[in-house]
């Protein structure tokens, strides 16, 4: 994707990995998550979003990922904190859909405008709405971001659960 990737060996109090662009200069670190499919109820200390903006201090961008089903489907602390903290929440399936379309960095192409869709959203969210999921709006940039015209395509169904 056109970034030079480190993965943390450290387990605790880190994030999982570390990136540098190669052509634009910035930084950003990265947390995977996955959860327990049992588990129907996660709290906020499960995404590790404040913890992000800690890890984040001196990288540019700060992304968490988790399956798209496993963020929550209407109001939580996680959005909140990821926008005041301009944490990327970030999903395998918008991996995948990075990854499939072979949308990659170059000297003329950044990802820093995806990277950085916590801030773009808080720009336009309401502190009274701050709470409340964003995930479709990403849906939309990603979208856009990608050059998929259709309404709903393949790749925002291909992995994701209906959520309750």
């Known amino acids: 994707m056109g970034l030079k990737a480190q993965a943390f060996k450290e387990r605790l109090s880190v994030a999982d990995v570390f990136a540098k662009s190669y052509f634009h200069n910035y ?10 499919l049992s588990r ?16 984040a201090e001196n990288s540019d ?16 602390q996680i959005y909140k904190q990821a926008l005041n903290g301009n944490v990327l929440l970030f ?13 990659k960095e170059t000297t003329k192409f950044s990802l820093a405008d995806c990277w950085n869709q916590s801030k ?5 969210t309401s ?8 995930m479709d709006r990403q849906d939309e940039f990603l979208k856009r971001f990608v050059g998929l015209n259709d309404s709903r395509p393949k790749y925002f169904n291909l992995f994701k659960r209906k959520r309750k």
């Open 27 to 36: 930084t950003l670190i990265g947390n995977a998550k996955t959860f327990r």
């Open 120 to 124: 773009h959203i808080s720009q336009n």
């Open 91 to 103: 999903s395998w399936e918008y991996l995948y859909l990075l990854l499939d379309n072979d949308i």
């Open 40 to 55: 129907t109820t996660k709290n906020q200390k499960d995404f590790k979003v404040e913890s992000m903006v800690h890890w």
């Open 61 to 76: 961008y700060s992304i968490l990922c988790c399956p798209y089903f496993q963020y929550p489907q209407n109001k939580n």
């Open 127 to 134: 502190i009274a709405d701050s709470g409340n999921s964003f």
